[in-house]
């Protein structure tokens, strides 16, 4: 081994990494995904177990909002189908939030019309 290089990594003393750690965890990221059967979803069904309200079949809808020209948030939206226990349900703690909120903050019942 000359004095030049290092015992680690063998390359001379003052070079520059190969790869930067930003370009590693891309190509690990890269290779997870690539490994896996990822897929998008564009809506469907979910079921959740509410510790009060107990089970709820809701679908859901992922709505794209952009912020820019080049970035996009995702907002995905729950909702039961009508006239299902669901909806019941999902109304009942609709309206255990709101009374929550409602004695929370008392004054916020006047500011509303």
Do not use: C, N
């Not at 069904?45 to 009060?52: A, I, L, M, R």
């Not at 909702?79 to 009374?99: F, I, N, Q, V």
């Amino acid at each position: 081994m000359s004095r030049e290089q290092t015992p680690a990594d063998g390359a001379p003393e003052g070079a520059e990494p190969a790869h930067s750690t930003a370009e590693i965890a891309y190509t690990t990221q890269r290779d997870a995904i690539a490994a896996h059967d990822v897929r998008i979803h564009h809506g469907g069904g979910k079921q959740f177990q509410h510790p009060d309200a107990g089970p709820l079949k809701l679908v859901y809808q992922p709505l794209d909002l952009p912020i820019s020209p080049s970035e996009v948030h995702s907002l995905t939206i729950y909702t039961a189908e009508p006239g299902t226990p669901d909806e019941d349900r999902l109304k009942l703690l609709a309206s255990w939030a709101a009374t929550r909120l409602k004695e929370a903050d008392p004054a916020r019942d006047r500011e509303m019309p």
